[in-house]
């Protein structure tokens, strides 16, 4: 019988919305206003891909996240859930320090 591992289904839950919410609100409030804009579109281009490759590994990630928890695969790969867990941990840690540095809120 598969086992199903709480902890791990809600980080993937809690991925996916964040999957959700990068792809969703970053188009609206990073990627629409950076393509209007008069950047040179080399540099608009790379922070687009950058900004991609962020929601690729977010969805993969609440992937395997989830066939984690939910027991189907990945459940005796407790090395690949750690790595998933460090990732993001240092993910949020460049927003955390530039919301300290510059005094405001940066939500990502």
């Given at each position: 019988m598969r086992t199903k591992n709480k902890y791990w289904i809600i980080a993937g839950i809690l991925n996916l919305i964040t999957f959700f919410l990068h792809l969703i609100g970053g188009q609206l409030d990073l990627v629409n206003p950076m393509v209007e804009s008069s950047l040179i579109v080399e540099k608009s281009s790379q922070l687009i891909g950058a900004w991609?490759?962020?929601?690729?590994?977010l969805l993969v990630s609440s992937y395997v996240l989830l066939s984690a928890g939910f027991g189907k695969k990945y459940t005796g790969n407790t090395q690949m859930i750690k790595l998933i867990g460090y990732l993001n941990l240092s993910f949020c840690l460049p927003f955390i320090i530039a919301s300290f540095y510059y005094g405001l809120l940066v939500p990502q």
């Open positions: 991609n490759m962020a929601t690729i590994i």
